[in-house]
């Protein structure tokens, strides 16, 4: 790095634009060959560094090759052996530097023992889990536990599409644009991901204390008394019966969530925002699964897309007169 | 001296350049790990209907234990994957069927099972490894794509039946046979990846597979052609 001279103000560690340059003053000479220097990052110091090894190698092999092929073959076959081991040299350090790369790119990005803690759980839990998940806690006056596991919520959300699967079909959904395993693994992960993302970005605003880990986790419970639900009354349709299982199992376990959040939770107007917003996503997602894919609603959404209703029948009918403009008019 | 300088003298460019070891002139015979692996390797001269019924005698034997699920380590040790391909292709080849004339989407499309087939696998495989798998990746993926043959005899079955008769008979028929052949693959499944599992964790290695082949097993039910 340059050099800085004690008059200057200048605070750059290269120096600067200092006035020394012109003048010769008290500072040093600056090294104007280390001034476009990579000192930001050892990283490119070290891509430098293999750069230039392997370029000479790369000389020294052709330096070899060069001098080989001025030698007389037949005297020394040592030579051309020299040469196909330096060849067969270079080639495997490139190799071995290539392997060491991926290797490490794959053990930082594709490490799958990142997730590994959040999948240590053992069934007893998980069943303990998921009756507690339509258990609304009573006590909001300190945080309450909520355990940081994923494998409980990932196994609802397949199984959420696994029924949501079965709901498209016994109502003869057809879907035109997509697929229907598509549309219901985009539905279920979409809800999860995003809705949890959402409350905790609202968390975020009003301080509240989840961690996203956590809230994944408190929505992924929650789908339980979803699945059981769209379980029951997929098969049985029967208004009234979806209506009371709503209410009573749908609202189970929001309360279990809406209490946890509360306990984290401080202020009036936090709470009322969080636990609001959190209840009617929930609420309105079981309505919305109930009755997206329900055998009543295929006739209505039918007559509401107009392009795709079936021909109209032609049907003869007698004109007494048409009048062709103004002028003109004729009688049939 | 000037042979000796003549000798040196194609070296000379070299003095720079580090060479680790110097080369030798001779025989080397280096001890042979076992004769049985370098035949095995020298496959290249024989012919191509050799190596084609190797490779299916290989796929058929493994078929045959999948049929006749007992703890034996024949699927986890020499695993291939072109069983599951095989069979993964047949299933979206049957479950595709008439849907291609239709306007509307009457089943499933090839590409959907093939995905369904083959990230439900890849899932299962990620989840039986974090909790703590013992198998490799690619067993835990052979292992799971041939015990779908159960399934895709089933499917064989319901076309034959959907061809012959239809309405309730139609279906209970259906039903059963699919019941029968999804509960046969979760059994043969268990069966050779429990072993990798600690024992207080099968239950939960167990459901997703369950929950794959419960998927797989509806797409077959609700086929019309």
Sequence with gaps: AGNMSAGSRNT???GGFDDNLIQGGSSAVIDMENMDDTSGSSFEDVGEMHQRMKEEEEVSAEAAAAEDDGADDGEFLGMKGLKGQLGRQVADEVWQAGKRQASKAFNLYANIDILRPYFDVEPSQVRSRLMESMIPVRMISFPQKVAGELYGPLMLVFTLVAILLHGMKTSGTVIREGT???TAIGTCFGYWLGVSSFIYFLAYLVNAQITMLQMLSLLGYGLFGHCVVLLVT?????????????LLIGGLSTLRMVAVLLSRTVGQTPRLLLCGMLALLHMSFLLYLHFSYHQILEGLLDSLEGHNMAPIQRVVRDVPEVTLNATRSITL | MTSAEEASRPFAGLSDVSIPDIPVEGDISLPVASSARDDEFSTLDEPVKETILRDLRAVANKFVHVLYPKRSSVLLRDW???GPLLLCVT???LLQGGAADSNDQGGPQFAEVFVIIWFGSIIITLNSKLLGGTLSFFQSLCVLGYCIMPLTVAMVVCRIVLYTASGKVSFAVRLV?????F???????TAFLADSQPSNRRGLVVYPV????FVIGWMILTFSP
């Excluded at chain 1, 029967?238 to 299982?245: D, E, G, I, K, R």
């Excluded at chain 2, 509960?183 to 499944?189: L, Y």
């Design chain 2, 183 to 189: 509960g046969w693959s979760t059994f043969a499944s």
């Design chain 1, 180 to 182: 229907l395993m598509g």
């Design chain 2, 91 to 93: 299933l979206a080849l």
């Design chain 2, 177 to 181: 046979v699919v019941t029968a052949s």
């Design chain 1, 12 to 14: 750059e560690p290269w």
């Design chain 1, 234 to 246: 997929y098969n049985i349709h029967f208004h009234l019966l979806f209506y009371a299982m709503w």
């Design chain 2, 210 to 213: 369950f929950l794959f082949y």
């Design chain 2, 80 to 82: 291939d994957l072109w």
